[in-house]
């Protein structure tokens, strides 16, 4: 059975920095790509970043380009999200998902991350 | 960025109807389009892929349809547990980007 696990979520002030975990298991970890998709309270779901299985290609919305990075670590099956200079409308759940050509098709079940003084 | 717009926004209907819901692509995005249900306090779940592909293990009352710049998600009988939000998504490019979302709700 494939299962991801987040972790890492949290209160962080703004201009904080947290780091994002997801520990996948069930599945052949390496040969996926990977993604992080958010949703703020109450709002719909947005695209925050995805990486190719072997890490060597990152891709990041430009809403968090330059202050979140997205690696992995394939020996232990776990995919990480940096976060730098954090705002308030970073607040939200944040999901790790697996990528099967184009879609997602399985999920975690979110970490929630508020950034709140 | 490809905006995706689905509507409505939300629709009310009864156990047993039939559901149809868009989603329009600001630009040709070919069939590299998923559908997604979420409920409340979960994560969503794929419904259908590259426009019309159903993914394993979801009820064939679920159909996509389209190509290009207009998609149609359509659910028959409706059933309880088809009471949610469902999102489109756009996987032209791997600048992602989701629908709004559209609510169906118990009339």
């Known amino acids: 059975e494939v299962q991801l696990l987040e972790s890492g979520g949290g209160l962080v002030q703004p201009g904080g920095s947290l780091r994002l975990s997801c520990a996948g298991s069930?599945?052949?970890?390496?040969?996926?790509?990977m993604t992080w998709v958010r949703q703020a309270p109450g709002k719909g779901l947005d695209w925050v970043s995805t990486i190719s299985g072997s890490g060597a290609g990152t891709a990041y919305a430009d809403s968090v380009k330059g202050r979140f990075s997205m690696s992995r670590d394939n020996s232990k099956n776990t995919l990480y999200l940096q976060m730098n200079s954090l705002r308030a409308d970073d607040t939200a759940v944040y999901y790790c998902a697996s990528v099967q050509g184009r879609q997602l098709d399985y999920w975690g079940q979110g970490t929630l991350v508020t950034v709140s003084s | 960025d490809i905006q995706m717009t689905q509507s409505p926004s939300s629709v009310s209907a009864s156990v047993g109807d039939r559901v149809t819901i868009t989603c329009r692509a600001s630009q040709d995005i070919s069939s590299w389009l998923a559908w997604y249900q979420q409920k409340p306090g979960q994560a969503p779940n794929l419904l259908i892929y590259?426009?019309?592909s159903l993914q394993s293990g979801v009820s064939s009352r679920f159909s996509g349809s389209g190509s290009g710049t207009d998609f149609t998600l359509t659910i028959s009988n409706l059933q309880p547990e088809d009471f949610a939000t469902y999102y489109c998504?756009?996987?032209?490019?791997?600048?992602?980007?989701f629908g709004q979302g559209t609510k169906v709700e118990i009339q």
């Open positions: 998504q756009q996987a032209k490019t791997f600048l992602w980007t």
């Open positions: 590259a426009a019309s």
């Open positions: 069930g599945f052949i970890f390496s040969t996926y790509a």
